[in-house]
């Protein structure tokens, strides 16, 4: 089983591709929860995620035979990435299979990282079914996400940089996929610190980790569903359960909307960007999805921040309505002169700020006399929301909410 | 005038409430520039941005008599905050106006700070003038944005972390509202290191420095117009800019799209999250907009991370559209069945994702056997989009461009 010596020896290796990254307080988060919350900025490492540990490891220590053959991987998301860039910093050809509908900012970034990308298959099965293939034809090694103590043991040296950034700690939180980053973390903590705990943190909508460890058994979903696509995978790795069965002390679960949330307190607070994986662990601290006591030292391990733009921008549309800072609601005036000026008015009385209007009158659901008017509105908090369509109703309005 | 001493004095009073920032090197910036790129990242200050730092150098040198019968300021945007933590902190009450208007959710951070929030007026001006009347009737101390020794000496404090933090810094850069901020730093910077070169940037639409100095008086503008409201002022300070003629040595300008590029690349590529005026400096060396040598070292003062998110989506989308990564158009289609069919095939086969189809068959301005459509793709780059439009008018489509 993977050793506190095989995270140590990983560490001289992972510092020369990748950076030791920051640990910060958070104020904000310790006063919302009442503990001492440290934030393992892991969104700041090279890639924007800290997979590029464990590919270094893996790769440094293929012989020079094998290096020269080169390196093939599958993935759609980080991985790609960390392989890429730990590949070409240290003279090693790769190639990185990625489905042929992956985001194109991830092949963009994985090309820019110095490797050749190949389109290939409509999933991530048919795009690793391409790179095993690549693998026995140009006699490449295969580097994998989690399955692999090297792969394991570079994703550790996060869990010794936690512990010397962060000595008073009690609880390391992390998020758990394939339970590559958990099991590394953990391996080098309890060793070091037999007290502190380790709390692994899946979505929901891709949890398979707690029936695992009640069944005694790995347990694999059908399918995944969830946005932090970074741990959307439907089972743990058979060498990171093993581990995860002897040094994780618990597993909690945590919501997509609750992910969601935990992404936007990090930018409007913390003014960092991290991605769904790597704000499950927040989430699950501010959910107080396990057991903690006041002033407990407890550390979040961000692990990586490429969330895409578009998923970003529906991550802040939806924490304004959350948070009852933007409302959508729909509602008929009669179409005579005057009648948009008269809900106006009301809206303007209630102090809500107006984003967007549209109004029309060519719906085919409504009365020929009549017209729909959909509204956007920037609001004060929930109290506001209810104070506003409280008034709209009071002056005659139906007030279909649309979010 | 200003002195280094002045400088020197606040950062003993300034720590009390204000953190020492971190400095980071940027290799995604050096690379596209081929300087040395660090950033200072006042981002992550309490509050949010660099104003509290005057603002508690401000409320520490008053007398004790001052400081029982409290502050009062007027503020829409970080000054309030600044100083609504800084007094709340010291134990000193105050009392901060804003307009009407503002935005709620700089109303709710300034209360969350611990200071009463007075609404009052419809500008700046009205809510100024309300805050003077609270001076003089409860002789209270006002505590000015920029104007003033004390402030620019707690604003100063940042220019002596940046040279401990990036000792070889070539050049510094600044953004310039009001000129607090600048006229600090320049006087820590010159004192010390006169060899260090201080760069001022303003927004285009607020710019009125370059002007001043040219005339050798100042300049006030009639109107600002620019999405980093940090710095939408329209004059600098008579004390500042005094500090400015003699320390800065240069200004520069940059416009509101090169800002919200800036943003976006901090968010996508460092991060990181910056307002409009903490991300002008760097707008201003990834233009170009000033000569630098190769590999000089050039540290870019994130001032501040306090944007709204609305402003935020629209920076996003807008970074979307400029990268060609997002495009929104309007074509008609026969209105017969098959016909959105055939269009969203010439899409797919171009191998562009949609996002959003609008799709409307009661527009006034079309035929009435026709339908308008109107997309939102998600493209690869700007040669992807153009690739498209070749495609779909190949195909018999007129594209009208919406963004």
Redesign the interface.
């Known amino acids: 089983m993977l050793s506190l010596a095989d995270v140590e020896a990983a560490r001289e290796r992972v510092v020369r591709t990748a950076r030791e990254t920051?640990m910060?307080h958070s104020?904000t988060f310790s006063a919302m929860t009442g503990a001492d919350v440290h934030l393992k900025l892991e969104?700041?490492q090279?890639t924007?995620a800290f997979k590029i540990r464990g590919a270094t490891n893996r790769i440094t220590t293929l012989s020079a035979a094998e290096q020269a053959a080169g390196v093939v991987t599958a993935s759609a998301g980080n991985h790609a990435q960390g392989v890429a860039l730990a590949a070409s910093r240290l003279g090693v050809d790769a190639k990185i299979v990625m489905p042929e509908?992956a985001p194109?900012?991830k092949v963009?970034a994985t090309r820019s990282y110095g490797a050749e990308v190949v389109l290939h298959g409509h999933d991530y099965s048919e795009a690793a079914e391409h790179a095993h293939m690549l693998e026995r034809e140009e006699d490449r090694t295969y580097v994998p996400a989690f399955a692999d103590e090297q792969v394991m043991a570079g994703q550790g040296t996060l869990g010794l940089e936690m512990l010397e950034q962060c000595p008073g700690v009690d609880t390391v939180v992390v998020s758990v996929g394939g339970g590559g980053l958990i099991s590394g973390v953990a391996t080098a903590i309890k060793a070091n610190r037999p007290d502190v705990r380790v709390v692994g943190v899946q979505a929901e909508g891709a949890a398979s980790l707690p029936q695992s460890l009640e069944r005694g058994e790995i347990y694999e979903r059908d399918a995944v569903d969830t946005m932090a696509d970074g741990i959307a995978t439907r089972r743990v790795g058979d060498l990171p359960f093993e581990v995860i069965q002897e040094r994780v002390d618990e597993v909690v679960t945590v919501s997509d909307p609750e992910i969601a949330m935990a992404v936007l307190y990090l930018?409007?607070r913390?003014?960092?960007?991290?991605e769904g994986a790597g704000a499950a662990p927040l989430a699950a601290v501010l959910q107080e999805r396990f057991d903690y006591a006041d002033e407990e030292t407890i550390v979040a391990c961000l692990s990586g921040?490429n969330i895409d733009?578009?998923t970003?921008?529906t991550v802040?549309?939806r924490?304004?309505v959350e948070t009852g800072?933007y409302v959508k609601f729909e509602t008929v005036l009669k179409d005579r002169p005057g009648a948009l000026d008269d809900l106006i008015s009301v809206i303007s009385a209630a102090k809500a700020?107006i984003?967007r209007i549209q109004h029309d009158r060519?719906s085919r659901d409504i009365d020929m006399n009549a017209a729909e008017v959909e509204l956007e509105l920037?609001?004060?908090?929930h109290d506001h929301v209810a104070d506003l369509i409280d008034k709209l109703e009071a002056n005659g309005y139906e007030v279909d909410l649309l979010v």
């Open positions: 920051p910060r104020h969104n700041f090279r924007g509908h194109i900012s963009n930018l409007e913390s003014k960092t960007l991290v921040g733009l578009n970003l921008t802040i549309v924490g304004l800072r700020n984003y060519s920037e609001t004060r908090g």
